[in-house]
């Protein structure tokens, strides 16, 4: 079974809303950071950034964390109903 290829994985920024595009290996090396079992990962996941270079270009690093389609998104804010 081939391992899901963590460059594939979504990633959106957490902030603004913007789908974030890492250079080459940006991915692999920000989740290891985060020490993201690669293993776990699939096509089910979203890496969520806290902020990235273009709504926080003064932010070196971003701490992200990783959420799976199929679990509520609690965290996200709901918009208000009519
Ligand atoms: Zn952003």
């Known amino acids: 079974m081939p391992q899901f290829d963590p460059e594939l994985l ?3 920024c957490g902030r ?7 250079r080459p290996g940006d991915t692999t090396r920000i989740l290891e950071a985060a020490g993201v079992d690669l293993s776990q990962l699939d096509e089910g996941c979203l890496l969520v ?3 990235c270079p273009e709504c926080s270009p003064e932010q070196k690093t971003y701490s992200s964390q990783v959420v ?3 679990q509520p998104l609690e965290d996200r804010p709901k918009p208000p109903n009519p």
């Open 10 to 12: 979504y990633v959106e």
């Open 49 to 51: 950034t806290e902020g």
């Open 16 to 22: 603004c809303g913007r789908p974030v595009i890492w």
């Open 68 to 70: 799976r389609f199929n």
